[in-house]
T-cell receptor
Framework: DTGVSQDPRHKITKRGQNVTFRCDPI?????LYWYRQTLGQGPEFLTY????????KSRLLSDRFSAERPKGSFSTLEIQRTEQGDSAMYLC?????????????FGPGTRLTVT | GENVEQHPSTLSVQEGDSAVIKCTYS??????FPWYKQELGKGPQLIID?????GEKKDQRIAVTLNKTAKHFSLHITETQPEDSAVYFC?????????????FGSGTRLLVRP
């Protein structure tokens, strides 16, 4: 399978704990995006990497959230001191650099439940 | 800020009938409009997209139309089948400094009755 992969698929944690999610993009894609999706809504943009550089962050990304892509391949998203409002599906997408290639391909997501 | 409105929120059709989902966007600079299908427990799957230099695009049973003047775009599914049942999202691109992000509609839950 050469699509976007995410790990874990499900995570249940207690409020106040830290969690970390991993995303492996399609191998030749150098652009990587994180989105968050709450129940009954469309995905909302969180942050974007081109290679290892984090070039854009949404206002939704509070200081409890941090994302990295250290070698320009896989990425991690960490949430510190989780809150119940963080419960959502966290989606990763990747795309090729260059115009007019715009297509973003999504992974299966990590569903986070904060109790 | 950029906003995408999507209607209807739910749609039930008989197998073999057509389904139409409509979206409206607010940023006139948007120039890329993808549609995603999301099944339960899965990530969104890109099914078709259209760019602003094209008014219509078709791929087998699905087609998209774009009216840039009115800032409307629509998804048309013909000869619907039970496996088309899913949640469909439209999206519009919003330019960032070095790339773009997608602004999604709130989704349409399509049910195809056998």
């Amino acid at each position: 399978d050469t699509g976007v992969s995410q790990d874990p698929r499900h995570k249940i944690t207690k409020r106040g704990q830290n969690v970390t999610f991993r995303c492996d993009p399609i191998s030749e894609h150098n652009r990587l995006y994180w989105y968050r999706q709450t129940l009954g809504q469309g995905p909302e943009f969180l942050t974007y990497f081109q290679n290892e550089a984090q070039l854009e962050k949404s206002r939704l990304l509070s200081d409890r959230f941090s994302a990295e892509r250290p070698k320009g391949s896989f990425s991690t998203l960490e949430i510190q001191r989780t809150e119940q409002g963080d419960s959502a599906m966290y989606l990763c997408a990747s795309s090729l650099r260059g115009e007019p290639t715009y297509e973003q391909y999504f992974g299966p997501g990590t569903r986070l439940t904060v109790t | 800020g950029e906003n995408v409105e999507q209607h209807p929120s739910t749609l039930s059709v008989q197998e073999g009938d057509s389904a139409v989902i409509k979206c409206t966007y607010s940023d006139s600079a948007s120039n890329y409009f993808p549609w995603y299908k999301q099944e339960l427990g899965k990530g969104p799957q890109l099914i078709i997209d259209i760019r602003s230099n094209v008014g219509e695009k078709k791929d087998q049973r699905i087609a998209v139309t774009l009216n840039k003047t009115a800032k409307h775009f629509s998804l048309h599914i013909t000869e619907t089948q039970p496996e088309d049942s899913a949640v469909y999202f439209c999206a519009a691109s919003l330019r960032m400094d070095s790339s773009y992000k997608l602004i999604f509609g709130s989704g349409t839950r399509l049910l195809v009755r056998p």
